[in-house]
């Protein structure tokens, strides 16, 4: 099902234009070099739009405060209007039935746009 529901979602989900997005963000990241760890979050992030089901994202414990000093940059620079972004799709896609599962793939998506240092993508295995 989990193959299904991705397959549907890179293709209808708006799954390989939220990648190219984030991958647009990290090449900008990485070409300024100080942002090269926003270009990183923005790499995970773009792989985990291309596939969202049977993943989920959790804390890394050992992420520390500069990981959180980094979160309030991103939060201020990017990551409320990508989370804005998710929440409105995620609306517009629970309209039908239909899309009810991608609506759910972008709430699971807003929490890593809004701060995604300090976190790992795992399998739901």
């Known amino acids: 099902m989990r193959l299904i529901l991705n397959v549907l979602w890179f ?9 190219i997005g984030y ?3 990290a090449l900008i990241c990485f ?3 100080v942002t090269i760890p ?7 992030l773009a792989v985990y739009s291309l596939w969202p089901f049977g993943r989920t994202i ?3 414990p050992g992420a520390g405060v500069p990981s959180g ?3 309030v940059l991103w939060v201020v ?19 039908t039935i239909i899309g009810i599962p991608f609506g759910i793939a972008n709430f699971k998506l807003v929490p890593a746009a ?5 976190r790992e993508i795992a399998d739901l295995s």
């Open 114 to 118: 809004f701060w995604p240092l300090g």
């Open 58 to 60: 959790v804390s890394r």
């Open 77 to 95: 620079l990017a990551g409320w209007w990508l989370a804005l972004a998710h929440l409105t799709a995620g609306v517009a896609q629970c309209v």
């Open 69 to 71: 000093v980094a979160n």
């Open 38 to 44: 926003f270009g990183v979050a923005s790499l995970r």
């Open 31 to 33: 070409a300024l070099v």
């Open 23 to 25: 991958g647009i963000a």
């Open 11 to 19: 293709i209808f989900g708006s799954g390989l234009i939220l990648a």
